[in-house]
């Protein structure tokens, strides 16, 4: 059961931001929001996670709202490499012993 | 660490083979999951196993497919007789207690002719 909504395609000028959106309207207290990536034949990857804070790792920063209602993936400086499917997932923390559940997810052209 | 490792990558088989997927969780993971992906279906999850005991298995399709994770190292999803609509990429993912991140491995691509 996906809890989340995004865009089913984005394209992004190579070295500009890519900015993907993602409504989680339902979102309860206690669950996280998640963001993985799969490029095309291999498996998904993860990028980032965060509750109601700003996060920011080596891949990308994550941007939530104060209603957490809503979250943006941001790539500062997209590049060829990341065009990909992208997927936001909200899960309960730290429930490793669960799976996540997946989406549809934006497909992100980054264009040279 | 090698990650988790999947074979065959790739495999064709007639209708009717049996076919048999491997996996072998990255070390210390305690929990593996068996997803498919098709175009028409997305990333499916078929079975979760934590400490090689099935949790739920209601994803898995119907009784020709089968998943076994005989220690913490090594499990099988074997489906049998195989068909067409059994075509798709069929991934293994591990992760261990309380931690935040799947690790999914390369994938095994099936076609079923």
């Known amino acids: 059961d996906a809890k989340t909504t995004q865009p089913t395609s984005m394209d992004c000028a190579e070295g500009r931001a890519a900015n993907l959106p993602c409504n989680h309207s339902?979102?309860?207290?206690?669950?996280?929001v998640y963001w993985y990536r799969q490029i095309h034949s291999q498996g998904p990857q993860y990028i980032i996670h965060?509750?109601?804070n700003n996060e920011t790792n080596e891949m990308a920063s994550l941007i939530i709202t104060e209603d957490r209602k809503s979250s943006t993936l941001i790539l500062p400086h997209a590049t060829l490499r990341d065009t990909a499917v992208y997927y936001c997932?909200?899960?309960?923390?730290?429930?490793?012993?669960?799976?996540?559940?997946f989406g549809k997810g934006t497909r992100l052209s980054v264009i040279a | 660490d090698a990650g988790v490792i999947q074979s065959p990558r790739h495999e064709v088989t007639e209708m009717g083979q049996e076919v048999t997927l491997r996996c072998k969780p990255i070390?210390?993971?305690?929990?593996l999951f068996w997803y498919r992906q098709t175009m028409m279906r997305g990333l499916e999850l078929l079975i979760y196993?934590?400490?090689?005991?099935?949790?739920?298995d209601s994803g898995m399709p119907e009784d020709r497919f089968s998943a076994k994770m005989p220690n913490a190292s090594f499990s099988t999803l074997k489906i049998q007789p195989s068909e067409p609509r059994d075509s798709a990429v069929y991934f293994c993912?591990?992760?261990?207690?309380?931690?935040?991140?799947?690790?999914f491995g390369a994938g095994s691509r099936l076609t079923v002719l």
């Open positions: 993912a591990s992760t261990r207690s309380g931690a935040n991140v799947l690790t």
């Open positions: 070390s210390g993971h305690n929990s």
């Open positions: 339902t979102i309860s207290g206690n669950e996280y």
């Open positions: 997932i909200v899960r309960v923390a730290n429930s490793g012993n669960t799976p996540l559940v």
């Open positions: 965060g509750l109601k």
């Open positions: 196993f934590n400490n090689n005991v099935p949790i739920d």
